[in-house]
């Protein structure tokens, strides 16, 4: 064996000196040899300018590693210098246990793209991990921002990620499952789910659904829900999607699936509930009267959000008897010097606001901010003195903008943005009975929605009255002893109070 790789060295390639990069010839057929041979390795690796192949001992000994994904100062100080060493026999210090011994080529490419090294003594090889990970320290959610409690928020790295859960869950029983999915990324999943709580029927069905995922590559969370989703062409999420480790800590405990990715700082909870978008970590750190406050402003602000401009469009278009007297002069008067429909007026505004929220999203903080302050004051008053629309939808739209940024899941908030355009379109055409119409569909549309097979209604179909006190409100802790009756866990019980 060290006969045939040596003449394999002496015919496909030109080694360099002692401690230089290495160049080599292309194996005109390297899929067609799965033998662990050295050159099959360098093959692999081909026209990669960022791949390090060095070679020692008057090359007996070749160390193969991508140089951004190792901690070179810890190789070239702590494990090269025992090994060039001509004193001491290489032997004995391969068969220390920092070293292991592979004899699989799949298992070696994989392991130098983790941010492996690979060592070939003579005939043969040895994975050691120096592995160095790029990522940014632990930071402060920016798209969910709360006032009491943890700040911290999930990193790109997912052991960061299972450090931070783990601090939060320190139990034998939460359980963490391992897997890929991108035939050409390679991305790590983790399922996660507690032992003795999470009901194992949703357990296999998430891990089903991720295996049987056949894609290129995912690169995000956010894009592998969309792959395993019960209903993938309706607008509304099916998982709920955080980037904070103590909300994902409570829909474990709770007996929900959870599941993160290896380079995506947000994760995800299943079986989730339409109603579990609108709630928020602050409910559960502030006192109880405020929590069920905050809860019922939300889905005020749902309301607002969803009709306000639309019922501005029906009332203007077809009931005029709606308005009150005092009222009706005002809004005629404003109305009189614009041209255009209301259902135009309104969808001219709606399109500007949503033109100006997606500009100010995609500009730096500072220019986004003034974007969308001075955008919208300049816009809004100049397209009143213009006469392209009144001073009652100015107030109209401005409202239902920002009613929802009230709403805390964002995905949530802009599948509403998107339904009212269509509610203002039927409002439009068809006046009050359009836009019931509209409401009608969402309703049965949400009625028809699973999450990973459960209800997406529930606690209200099936209807679940005792989980109502922690969906529609927040009672004190000592009334939520019971864990969601959607998620079947295997322990009901959560909470045991003594008084």
């Given amino acids: 064996m060290k006969q045939k790789l040596k003449s394999i060295f002496l015919v496909s390639h030109e080694y360099s000196e002692e401690g230089q990069t290495h160049e080599n010839q292309q194996d005109p057929n390297p899929q067609e040899d799965d033998r662990l041979t050295l050159q099959h390795i360098i093959d692999q690796f081909d026209h990669a300018a960022d791949f390090v192949h060095k070679t020692y001992h008057n090359e007996r000994l070749h160390v193969l590693y991508f140089s951004h994904l190792v901690n070179e100062d810890r190789l070239e100080r702590d494990l090269l210098p025992p090994l060039l060493n001509s004193d001491t026999p290489l032997e004995p210090l391969t068969q220390q246990s920092q070293y292991e011994h592979v004899t699989d080529t799949k298992k070696c490419v994989e392991s130098i793209l983790d941010g492996m090294a690979l060592f070939f003594y003579e005939d043969k090889a040895y994975l050691i991990d120096v ?27 997912a052991y960061t ?4 859960i783990r601090k939060r869950v320190q139990s034998s029983h939460l359980k963490v499952i391992k897997l890929s999915v991108g035939e050409v990324s390679k991305s790590d999943v983790y399922v996660l789910y507690i032992q003795d709580i999470a009901n194992e029927n949703y357990v ?50 709770s007996g929900r699936i959870v599941g993160i990715m290896d380079g995506s700082p947000t994760a995800f909870s299943a079986p989730v509930n339409f109603f579990e978008f609108f ?17 019922f402003l939300r889905f005020a602000a749902l309301l607002i959000t969803v009709t306000l401009t639309a019922l501005y469009v029906s009332v203007t278009s077809f009931h005029y008897e709606m308005i009150p007297e005092n009222l009706i002069l005002t809004l005629t008067e404003s109305r009189s010097k614009v041209p255009f429909p209301p259902i135009f007026e309104a969808l001219l505004m ?12 995609r500009l730096p903080t500072k220019i986004g901010q003034t974007i969308g302050i001075v955008g919208g004051i300049v816009i809004g008053q100049a397209a009143v003195q ?40 039927m409002a439009g055409l068809w006046g009050n009975m359009g836009l019931a ?18 209800s997406y209604l529930s606690p209200i179909a099936p209807f679940e009255p005792y989980d109502w006190k922690d969906v529609f409100m927040r009672l004190p802790f000592s009334a939520l002893a019971k864990r969601p009756t959607q998620v079947k866990a295997r322990n009901k019980v959560k909470l045991k109070m003594k008084r």
Avoid at 279 to 294: H, K, P
Wanted: proline letters at 3%.
């Fill in 279 to 295: 709630s928020s970590s602050d409910d559960y750190y502030q006192r109880w009267s405020i929590g069920t406050a905050s809860l």
């Fill in 386 to 425: 213009a006469g392209l629309t009144s001073n009652i939808l100015i107030i109209a739209v401005a409202s239902s903008a920002i009613a929802s940024f009230v709403i805390p899941n964002y995905v949530m908030s802009a599948s509403f943005r998107l339904f009212r355009f269509a509610l203002i379109v």
């Fill in 204 to 253: 296999k069905e998430v891990i089903k659904r991720i295996e049987d995922i056949e894609i290129d590559a995912i690169h995000d969370a956010n894009m592998l829900i969309q792959c395993i989703d019960d209903d993938p062409y309706s607008i509304f999420a099916q998982f709920l999607t955080t980037e904070r480790p103590d909300t994902i800590a409570s829909k474990l405990v």
């Fill in 350 to 361: 709606e399109t500007t606001i949503e033109l100006l929220r997606e500009a100010g999203a």
């Fill in 131 to 157: 592995i160095f990970p790029i990522s940014r320290t632990v930071a402060e959610s920016e798209t969910e921002s709360i006032i009491i409690g943890p700040h911290e928020a999930f990193t790109e790295q």
């Fill in 161 to 164: 990620n299972l450090s931070l």
């Fill in 437 to 454: 119409l509209g409401l009608a569909y969402i309703v049965i549309h949400l009625s028809g929605l699973t999450s990973v097979g459960a």
